[in-house]
């Protein structure tokens, strides 16, 4: 029998956890093969001595059916997981093009509301899921990735899907629910993607702006007060996409953020600064661009975006 192939396309904090679980669950099963697409010095390690995944209650070491960092040697898949930042997005999309075909299904577990779109202007013909992940997870050597607290969870299905695509979301939720990830297949999946885009875009914005932990910008008046115009410009964009977020949403999101330990900080606080290429556009950028769309006013979104971008330039 033809196994179920799974391609995971970066073996990052998000990539390595889930990737991880899955290959620990099946790594002796014929029926679902896992290909983890990594490169370097992490491909090198994993391939010699597996993928050790540090979790607050255990460690394990894992091996992928096949890793590689080069896709085009794979053939076609079943399905396909994008792991990385969206700065990387359009090379990974080059590299999989081989690996699509009629039947191939990917899913874009990358932080953003849009990023579905995306896949599918840039591969129009491929048959694209929507999903969105929660984990505090990093790459923390070669071969190794951690999780920093136990909270994850694996969001995934499709707004509108068709008779095949329920069929296939059917048989991806039978093969998830072996494996210990917390999973939610999830009938209205945009609403839970712009649920955790409210949160992580103004989060991210704010720390970036100011470059101060969760402990810091949350004492601060000021701050807080650019966070929740932040969240409410993005839910005035969600709600002309007729997406219906909580009425409670910014309390919730506010209330969360004083459960964050802190000196917790944000991923693209840690790309700026590391002077690492960030996630700008889609984490910041969209919601002032994508507003002016609908006639809408995202003012703050507007000055912050363009205060950080003039940030990145400085550097």
């Known amino acids: 029998m033809k196994p179920f192939r799974i391609l995971i396309f970066g073996i990052g904090g998000v990539g390595g ?13 014929p029926s679902v ?21 540090k979790t607050p209650d255990k460690t394990f070491t894992v091996f992928p059916d096949i890793a590689t960092d080069d896709a085009s040697t794979l053939g076609e898949v ?3 997981w994008l792991c990385t930042k969206s700065y990387g997005l359009d090379s990974a ?34 048959n694209v899921l929507q999903g969105c992940v929660y984990v505090n997870a990093y790459k923390t050597g070669a071969g190794e990735v951690t999780q920093k607290s136990k909270v994850q969870k694996f969001v995934f299905g499709k707004n509108e899907a068709t008779t095949a695509e329920h069929i296939f979301l059917d048989k991806l939720n039978a093969i998830m629910e072996k494996t210990e990830i917390n999973l939610v297949y999830a009938k209205d999946v945009l609403r839970e993607i712009w649920t955790k885009y409210v949160f992580i875009s103004s ?15 949350r004492e601060d008046e000021s701050d807080m007060k650019t966070v929740t115009s932040l969240m409410k410009e993005a839910m005035a964009l969600a709600s002309a996409k007729k997406i219906d977020l909580p009425n409670d949403l910014v309390e919730k999101h506010t209330a969360l953020i004083n459960k964050f330990p802190p ?14 290429k960030t996630e700008l556009e889609t984490m910041v950028g969209y919601v002032p661009k994508e507003s002016r769309q609908y006639e809408l006013m995202a003012t703050v979104s507007e000055q912050v975006y363009r205060a950080l971008r003039e940030k990145l330039l400085q550097k």
């Not at 990023?115 to 491929?126: D, G």
């Not at 000196?263 to 690492?276: G, H, I, K, P």
């Open 17 to 29: 956890y889930f990737g991880g679980q899955l290959a620990k669950t099946y790594q002796n099963d």
């Open 33 to 53: 093969e896992i290909v983890f697409i990594v490169r370097g010095n992490h491909l090198k390690v994993i391939k010699e001595k597996g993928l050790t995944l």
């Open 78 to 80: 079943d399905l396909i």
């Open 93 to 126: 999309l080059e590299a999989i093009k081989h690996n699509i075909g009629p039947n191939t299904y990917i899913l874009p577990l990358l932080n953003g509301a849009h990023i579905h779109e995306l896949v599918q202007e840039k591969l129009p013909n491929a």
């Open 203 to 217: 989060t991210s914005a704010i720390s970036c702006l100011t470059d101060k932990t969760f402990g810091e910008f």
């Open 263 to 276: 000196e917790t900080v944000t991923s693209m606080q840690l790309d700026m600064r590391n002077s690492f």
